[in-house]
């Protein structure tokens, strides 16, 4: 299922910052960043797709933001 939250995302596990890509529902990247952890304060409300890449892994998982 995917992960519900407000504002922040934390990514438990990462040794070393990770390029962070997010996606909306269409496809369209809608911000990215490089660290830990990522402030979503000012996406809207829906379906996301997240794309992280630290250290030759890679992963895409999906999350809901909430009001």
Known sequence: YPTRFSYVLF????ENPAAIEIYNS???????STG?????????????????KTEGKAGTFKFIKSK
């Open 26 to 32: 269409q496809g369209v990247r809608v911000l990215e």
């Open 11 to 14: 990514f438990k596990g990462l």
């Open 36 to 52: 830990v952890s990522v402030n979503t304060e000012h996406l809207l409300p829906g379906l996301y797709y997240i794309n992280i």
